[in-house]
């Protein structure tokens, strides 16, 4: 168990529809990471925050919103969701979020689109 | 251009053989920092390695051993006796430079599948 906890595990939705996954870090940790993991595009960074504030960001689309909130957990919002978006999403935590710090991940949330 | 390829998409091996997961990186960076992760079928990514870049000494952790060779960009993954509960799919992470902030560039994975 990495200590990182993400839910849903499972999620069902429509195409346009809204939905919002979520993440708490291990204990102390403090920054917060999103990837994406899709059988075409492999794992793909999405977008981490250090202690609430936005820190790096990948291929995350405009659609794709995220936040960390004061008590560190993070959440992932995806609105207009299209076919394409089903894939598993992930988040992971680390300490600090320095290049060197390996990351702990979630048990990831699978989004189905129909 | 991929900063991290696994050439390997599927390797199918009998149990107890010996199986290497490749794995090349591209940066310019002289400090980076190169990564092995599982994903068993449980779907959870579990840290195995890290490896800075001025530490080309090789590891090895049980049945697992890594060889990182800056002269050829590469970062290998050497399981010896393989069992079953070693099948999983297998990636190779890259961390490039000096940053406050934390950007890994994934390979596509390995999935090692070892048969009893």
């Known amino acids: 168990d990495s200590g990182v906890t993400q839910t849903p595990k499972h999620l069902i939705t429509a195409t346009g529809q809204r939905v919002t996954l979520r993440c708490s870090p291990r204990?102390?940790?403090?920054?917060v990471y999103w990837y994406q993991q899709s059988l075409d595009q492999g794992l793909q960074f999405l977008i981490q925050y250090y202690n609430g504030e936005e820190r790096a960001k990948g291929n995350i689309l405009e659609r794709f919103s995220a936040q960390q909130f004061p008590d560190l957990h993070s959440e992932l919002n995806l609105s207009s969701l299209e076919l394409g978006d089903s894939a598993l999403y992930f988040c992971?935590?680390?300490?600090?979020?320095?290049?060197?710090?390996?990351?702990?991940f979630g048990s990831g949330t699978q989004l189905s689109v129909l | 251009a991929q900063k991290v390829t696994q050439a390997q998409t599927e390797i199918s091996v009998v149990e107890k053989e010996d199986v290497t997961l490749d794995c090349v990186y591209e940066t310019r960076d002289t400090t980076y920092y190169l990564f092995w992760y599982k994903q068993p079928p449980s779907g959870e990514l579990v840290f195995l390695i890290r490896?800075?870049?001025?530490?080309?000494q090789n590891e090895i952790s049980g049945r697992y051993s890594w060889n990182f060779q800056k002269s050829t960009s590469s970062f290998n993954f050497t399981i010896t006796a393989s069992q079953v509960v070693d099948s999983a799919v297998y990636f190779c992470a890259l961390s490039e430079g000096r940053r406050d902030f934390n950007k890994f560039y994934f390979g596509s994975g390995t999935k090692l599948n070892v048969k009893p």
């Open positions: 204990s102390g940790d403090l920054s």
């Open positions: 490896r800075n870049s001025f530490d080309e």
């Open positions: 992971a935590s680390s300490v600090g979020g320095a290049t060197n710090e390996k990351l702990f």
